[in-house]
């Protein structure tokens, strides 16, 4: 009987482990703690955005600091980089630039970007 008292202090603390380990796990892959610690602006980034109601053209943003762009003739490949609160984008083969301001939505679904060369300003919405 001495030994019983013990195994129920055991059996609490795994099951109270267990239960802390799950809620961890539910919350950093509902990507709530992304809202309670600053991860940076690149994280706001990251995912697929599309212009409307239209699939094309679409911006596929990665964590590794790549863009896939899908266009309707053609598909590239970019480099990006946030910096002084401006997307930088290159083409990987490095032969092309574009620099846009960029702002984001209270809730991080709508991103506009103003190109820093021209009069062009897009509108683009988070898919995932």
Do not use: C
């Amino acid at each position: 009987m001495d030994n019983k008292p013990s195994m129920d202090i055991r059996l609490k603390i795994i099951s109270i482990t267990i239960v802390i380990v799950v809620i961890t796990i539910s919350i950093i892959g509902s990507g709530v703690i992304l809202g309670v610690i600053n991860f940076g602006e690149k994280y706001k980034f990251i995912g697929s955005w599309t212009m409307g109601n239209s699939t094309i053209p679409k911006f596929i943003f990665y964590s590794n600091d790549t863009m896939y762009h899908i266009a309707y003739f053609q598909n590239n490949t970019w480099n990006y980089e946030i910096k002084d609160d401006k997307l930088i984008l290159n083409l990987i083969d490095g032969s092309y630039e574009k620099v846009y301001k960029y702002s984001f939505s209270k809730d991080n679904t709508i991103l506009t970007l103003d190109s820093m060369t021209s009069n062009f300003s897009s509108v683009w919405y988070k898919v995932n």
